[in-house]
């Protein structure tokens, strides 16, 4: 039976002032400065009771109604719980009483059973990562030893995804930042096997792809899940104090480049022109060949005409043959043959021969102009 002052208790008395007493003598007195009663339990119950029903629609306690808002409200709750949702750009894993499922999860929504069920999400979008900044702030992470023993500043960057989201989760802690410091020491290694030439302009590619493959491989080692897709060298440059001297090997070299892309230009010239010249001079003389064979031949071919001709008319022929043989040898000859003898009117006293001879030269021209 609750505790009462009203109708006595274990101490058997009613109020502060009464006798009786009880096993002690005295009940229990109220607060002080005034003879107020302790708070009533059932009272304070039945007042929460009230309180209950006016706030619960109907008022009669926890109807069916009330009992389906609250089944509702769970499975809602339930649901909300169970169900995710997985982006275009992520993959999702689902963990058993903490242990990883076979299954990944892609895009859409997916269900699994809260709470023993938990879910795991992993971005697979391509993710980048800058390393050094070459003349910019005191970041010295780019300043590395070449194999030469120079010193370069390198800004680069990685570029890499997730193509296994359970490996990427829960093998390594920080695989971001796995991926920074790995890169970094295998870009270290990399430049300091080679001369600094290669890393500022002869080899550049070579250079990203070899930091690409250790990348790849170590990540590979520690199965983070993760592949690097590039290296990208963005910016390299020479130490601030030492800017000024490689500027200057920079611009001999370049001025040397000049001068033997010059040479090389004059000996194209100079060569193509032999060349040209050569390849004239044996046209020329494949020309030449070729009339002086033709020549022999069309010779050969007049002599064996002539030889037809001599065999036909052995007599005419001789003596053709010998007035044209006289014609030739007399024709350019400077002697006047007289002849004696006969009805001629014999030698005269003065014959101009320089005037004959004149005459017999310009005589061809002549009977040529009044032909034309």
Do not use: C
């Amino acid at each position: 039976m609750p505790w009462n002052n009203q109708s006595g208790g274990p101490w058997g008395g009613g109020n502060n002032n009464g006798g009786g007493g009880g096993p002690w003598g005295q009940g229990p007195s109220g607060p002080r400065g005034g003879g107020n009663q302790p708070p009533d339990l059932e009272d304070i119950i039945r007042k929460g009771q009230e309180r209950l029903k006016q706030a619960i629609p109907g008022g009669s306690g926890f109807s069916p109604l009330v009992l389906g808002v609250i089944l509702l409200a769970a499975i809602a709750l339930y649901g909300f719980k169970s169900v995710y949702t997985i982006q275009p750009d992520e993959l999702g894993i689902e963990l058993r009483f903490g242990k990883p499922k076979d299954e990944v999860s892609g895009p859409g929504l997916h269900f699994h059973w809260w709470p023993i069920e938990t879910y795991e999400v992993a971005n697979i979008r391509e993710n980048q990562i800058n390393i050094g900044s070459v003349g910019r702030g005191t970041n010295t992470s780019g300043l590395m030893l070449s194999g030469d023993q120079n010193i370069v500043d390198l800004a680069f960057s990685v570029l890499y995804q997730v193509t296994d989201p359970e490996a990427y989760l829960f093998n390594a802690r920080e695989p971001d930042e796995l991926v920074r410091q790995i890169a970094e020491s295998a870009m270290r290694e990399v430049v300091g096997r080679r001369p600094a030439q290669d890393v500022f302009r002869d080899d550049r590619a070579g250079v990203a792809e070899q930091v690409r493959n250790i990348v790849q491989e170590t990540l590979g080692e520690y199965r983070t899940g993760l592949t690097v897709n590039a290296v990208n060298i963005e910016d390299v440059a020479p130490p601030g104090p030492v800017a000024d001297a490689f500027d200057e090997v920079q611009r001999a070299e370049q001025d040397e480049d000049r001068f033997i892309e010059e040479a090389n230009r004059y000996s194209n010239r100079i060569l193509g022109a032999a060349r040209g010249e050569a390849a004239q001079i044996r046209e020329d003389a494949a020309a030449y060949k070729n009339r002086i064979v033709e020549e022999a031949k069309g010779e050969a071919q007049r002599f064996i005409s002539v030889f037809d001709e001599y065999n036909k008319a052995p007599e005419v022929t001789r003596k053709r043959l010998f007035l044209e043989t006289m014609e030739k040898v007399l024709g350019g000859s400077d002697k006047v043959i007289i002849e004696q003898g006969g009805s001629g009117p014999g030698v005269v006293p003065y014959l101009p021969l320089p005037e004959i001879q004149k005459r017999a030269k310009t005589a061809p021209e002549t009977s040529e102009g009044a032909s034309q």
